[in-house]
């Protein structure tokens, strides 16, 4: 990828694709995007040109970047697994109950490796812990096995 100044107006972004598609990203000062695909028998023709506002440009960063896609999503790792945070909610079935009862680890493999309550961070809950509405819990596990226990923290 090259950089190119664009004095008065931003910095445009150009890029080859590994099909041989050049592209181009014009960054406004304002935020506004510019995306420009160029005629692949001629790479400097612009066959097409996109213009995003600044909220159409921040929406095409989240579905082009799905780790930031979600904002509970902690971190990925090259592993497979994800650390998430999931906050119970005060209606949640789980509200009082203890977090052995939640079969977690046994049901999708995942482990909560914290629960963030109030001010005070709990590492490693025992399955004698009391789980309370409004808990966020840390979650560590595979993208499914996650996903599975965001649905049964979610029964009400």
Known sequence: MSTTPLPGIGVQYDLTTREHQHLSVIAHRDGARTVNIYR?????ACAQSLKLTVAESAALIDALMPDHHSPNLLHTTDLGLVAERIELSTTSYWNGRLLGETRM???TGVSIVAVLRRAEAIPSPAPDF????GDTLILIGT????????R?????
């Open 40 to 44: 692949s028998d001629d790479p400097d």
């Open 143 to 150: 993208r499914e096995g996650v996903e599975a226990a965001a």
């Open 152 to 156: 049964i923290l979610d029964r009400e």
């Open 130 to 133: 009391r789980l309370a509405g």
């Open 105 to 107: 680890r046994t049901e």
